[in-house]
């Protein structure tokens, strides 16, 4: 089984800061983790994954997250915040090959950026 | 990167008829496909895995008569909402697996009258 908590349905920060977004997992096999960003009336666009790798991944838009796996978490950062980066950011896992690479998703932290 | 398209990304539909989107992975092959629904401002929810050339899994409590997979080749997969009613309206999203990763369409906004 296979599960995600997002910690915080919604961020605030102001342009120019840092930004954080945090992820929880847990799963019964080693993970696969994602974090995908939504803007409005779309689908979701893939930031980065974490696939047993280095457990620190680079993304798309400047964003990166770390894999800790005693804490069991998968935090999102960005170190410095645009305007374009407010959005609806999702983390999920999914358990690989196990039961046809369905994915979790978390409930999501919707992310606004303050001028 | 990987793309999947949705066609059509906007549908209104009138109650009683059925509506059908299409899931294209454009670059890759994908034998596993999913489709989800999203209500606003809330996550997504899995209604079905559709594999090619198999029939669909169906999450628990999603009607598998009401809401018609087929997966008939490794680049389309197609959800029929059968007998729409204004409750199925939503924004219905598919994905296509290439490995380990899922990769998103745009969405399909559906309203029901």
């Known amino acids: 089984a296979q599960s995600v908590t997002q910690l915080g349905s919604h961020v605030s920060v102001s342009e120019g800061a840092l930004v954080l977004l945090r992820c929880n997992y847990s799963?019964?096999?080693?993970?696969?983790l994602f974090w995908y960003v939504q803007y409005p009336n779309q689908g979701l666009q893939l930031l980065l994954k974490?696939?047993?790798?280095?457990?620190l991944v680079k993304g798309i838009n400047g964003f990166e997250a770390e894999f800790k796996k005693s804490e069991t978490s998968f935090h999102l950062t960005k170190p410095s915040a645009h305007m374009s980066d407010a959005a609806e950011y999702f983390c999920a896992v999914s358990e690989g090959d196990t039961n046809a690479g369905k994915s979790t998703f978390g409930d999501g932290t919707t992310l606004t950026v303050k001028p | 990167g990987a793309v999947v398209s949705q066609h059509p990304s906007w549908v209104i539909c009138k109650s009683g008829t059925s509506v059908k989107i299409e899931c294209r992975s454009l670059?890759?092959?994908?034998?596993?496909m999913f489709w989800y629904r999203q209500f606003p401002k809330q996550s997504l929810m899995l209604m079905a895995t559709s594999n090619e050339g198999s029939k669909a899994t169906y999450e628990q409590g999603v009607e598998k008569d009401k809401f018609l997979i087929n997966h008939a080749s490794l680049t389309l997969s197609t959800l029929t909402v059968t007998s729409a009613h204004p409750e199925d309206s939503s924004f219905y999203i598919c994905?296509?697996?290439?490995?380990?990763?899922?990769?998103f369409g745009p969405g399909t906004r559906l309203l029901v009258l």
């Open positions: 994905s296509a697996r290439e490995r380990e990763t899922q990769y």
């Open positions: 974490y696939t047993s790798a280095a457990t």
């Open positions: 799963s019964s096999v080693p993970p696969y």
């Open positions: 670059d890759f092959q994908a034998t596993t």
